[in-house]
């Protein structure tokens, strides 16, 4: 059973920073592609930043330049590092993982979410 666990949410003002962490847990796959989403209130779910298995990344425009995305394989990790945050920033985070299993069969799965609230 695979399992994210996403942390680094919270309070900040306008301009702030903060870095999410979103960790798989589990044993037997490999993880593919990982990405960020955000959703606000009364909005879909959108790509925030993606990263492919090779470290390739993109954006959304409204972060390009101030987001950052990374992962750390041997701790199956992805990291989303946020600065110059705005408060149109402010929304529930999540993570997305494309997880192959030791038998081949790819799986997408999400993470709980956190919280980001950006004041002015």
């Known amino acids: 059973q695979v399992q994210l666990v996403e942390s680094g949410g919270g309070l900040v003002q306008a301009g702030g920073s903060l870095r999410l962490s979103c960790a798989a847990s589990?044993?037997?796959?490999?993880?593919?592609?990982m990405g960020w989403y955000r959703q606000a209130p009364g909005n879909q779910r959108d790509l925030v930043a993606h990263?492919?298995?090779?470290?390739?990344?993109n954006y959304a425009d409204s972060v390009k330049g101030r987001f950052t995305i990374s992962r750390d394989n041997a701790k199956s990790t992805v990291y989303l590092q946020m600065n110059s945050l705005k408060v149109e920033d402010t929304a529930v985070y999540y993570c997305?993982?494309?997880?192959?299993?030791?038998?081949?069969?790819?799986?997408?799965?999400w993470g709980q979410g956190t919280q980001v609230t950006v004041s002015s």
């Open positions: 997305k993982a494309i997880i192959t299993t030791v038998r081949g069969f790819s799986f997408q799965y």
């Open positions: 589990g044993s037997g796959f490999t993880i593919d592609d």
């Open positions: 990263i492919t298995s090779g470290d390739n990344t």
